[in-house]
């Protein structure tokens, strides 16, 4: 036998050990504490070990995962995990995933790939008929939300030849700063960069951002692109996407979209009526790994114009000929940074065509009314103000005792975060609004339940309580 091979049965008992580890793990999930943040003093000597010469076991190598590793991860696909946003991976998406990898299919050319290629592309438009983009939309999966805006904003700057030398883009403050990093990457200069406080919705403001673009022209810059939040990670808002595409083709300018975890919810009641306008942007990011509940890994970026990609991106070097000749299909590395891409959009596939897409829709107003009930559980308690109500799944707050100066509130938010990840039963996080510490829920796990929600609030209050009389 070939070095690195593995006989059939071996491979096989191999592959039910792991498979029946997955499922023991998601059965008993809502049992398992969420993890824990443990320090580096205490993780590197646990693992630290020269490289391997000799073989282990499998079974030792697996055991030595489940004992040093998964005690010390914090586990994001937890029901009670309501911290950042969600990554509640579905069980089709995970062997999709494992079939994927496990034929190590290559999506980065038709040649190579061609029945990869046109599932993706399937996909994409999938995507793009439930936002009412045009025919002459397309896409590509990438790695995340970070990515999938990195490669619209490439687009958008392609459309503007002077946008390097005297460019300028707006956005919010509440934008993520994944967008602040792509515009480094694509060479801006920070005084390119146009950040607008948001306003008391946290949402763009429109009369601030007509008269900033009419000074910077008249100061000879070159307004080219606004970045509207499709659902914003601090409080699920959703800039005025009508109103700033109204503005948009009036100046001439690119709007483009960051939806990574909200724009999915187009699918709801809620969703649609945020959204409005999302059908006319020239660009928008979407990850199905958060609000379509499949494993990391899967990032869409969709523009208005498909072309407008392979503009930003192609590069055919002499390598790569090849490719060109022969039946005709589409080159989805023309179309982004990658060259090397795996088949991220098989999950998506597989689990829209094994649960129908009335799935995902119920369980994404299930999440939605989990936020309600977050805000309706903290509303009933003392000392609990609302900074944002639920929207698009997430809601804000802070505990804030009566006759308490800002700096100790403050403290008392942030000391509840390290609270609850100790006690192990749910997590939260905490961001910055208004100059304030505010913590958040972000309930998209379908796998969470009503007692879930009320548990964790009940929770939270003990501990803000135990923490106030302790500083009196």
């Known amino acids: 036998m070939q070095p690195l091979e593995w006989d059939a049965e071996t491979m096989r008992q191999m592959g039910y050990r792991v498979i029946d580890l997955l499922v023991d793990y998601w059965q008993t999930l809502p049992d398992r504490p969420i993890g824990k943040r443990a320090a580096r003093a205490t993780l590197e000597p646990l693992l630290a070990e020269p490289t391997p010469t000799a073989p282990q076991p499998f079974e030792q ?38 079939l994927s990898a496990g034929m190590n299919i290559f999506v980065g050319t038709w040649m190579v790939g061609a029945g990869a290629t046109q599932v993706e592309r399937v996909v994409i438009r999938w995507l793009c008929d439930w936002f009412g983009l045009p025919d002459t939309a397309g896409g590509l999966f990438v ?9 619209c904003l490439a687009a958008a700057r392609q459309r503007y030849p002077d946008a390097l030398a005297r460019g300028r883009v707006y956005y919010s403050d ?33 009369d601030a951002l007509q008269a900033q673009i ?3 022209r008249e100061a000879g810059w070159l307004p080219f692109c606004v970045v509207a939040n499709a659902g914003t990670t601090n409080t699920g808002a959703v800039d ?25 919810a ?37 523009v208005r114009e498909f072309e407008h990609l392979r503009d930003a991106f192609r590069i055919l070097p002499p390598y790569l000929q090849d490719k060109e000749r022969g039946a005709v299909g589409v080159d989805l590395c023309d179309y982004g940074v ?26 994404m107003e299930h999440n939605l009314r989990l936020a309600r009930l977050a805000e309706q559980a903290l509303r009933a308690r003392p000392h609990w103000e609302i900074v944002s109500p639920a929207t698009m799944g997430i809601v804000a707050f802070r505990y804030a005792p009566s006759g308490w100066d800002a700096a100790r509130v403050d403290a008392l938010n942030r ?19 208004r100059g304030r510490v505010a913590l958040r829920m972000c309930t998209l796990s379908y796998r969470a339940t009503d007692a879930d929600v009320r548990e964790t609030v009940r929770r939270l209050s003990a501990f803000a309580e135990s923490l106030t009389r302790a500083a009196r």
């Open 214 to 216: 009419r000074r910077d």
């Open 61 to 98: 190598v697996l055991d030595e995962f489940l004992r040093k590793v998964l005690p010390n991860i914090i586990k994001v696909d937890h029901p009670r995990y309501f911290a950042f946003v969600p990554a509640p991976n579905e069980y089709v998406g995970v062997l999709a995933d494992l």
């Open 415 to 433: 000391a509840l975060v390290d609270a609850m990840i100790a006690d192990g039963y749910a997590m939260v996080s905490s961001t910055i609004l």
């Open 240 to 264: 005025p996407l009508n109103a700033l595409a109204d503005l948009c083709a009036e100046e001439g300018l690119w709007l483009h979209a960051d939806g990574a975890y909200g724009a999915a």
């Open 143 to 151: 790695s995340g939300g970070s990515v999938a805006n990195l490669v």
């Open 266 to 302: 187009i699918l709801t009641d809620e969703g649609r009526q945020r959204l409005q306008g999302i059908e006319r942007l020239d660009s928008l990011a979407v990850d199905p790994h958060k609000w379509l509940y499949q494993p990391m890994m899967a990032g869409c970026a969709l």
């Open 174 to 206: 509440q934008t993520h700063s994944c967008v602040a990093r792509a515009w480094r990457i694509l060479g801006l200069r920070e005084e390119q960069m146009c950040v607008l406080p948001a306003d008391e919705q946290f949402q763009i403001p429109l």
């Open 338 to 363: 990658e060259l090397s891409r795996n088949f991220r959009a098989l999950k998506v596939w597989m689990s829209l065509k094994t649960h129908g897409v009335e799935a995902f829709r119920q369980a």
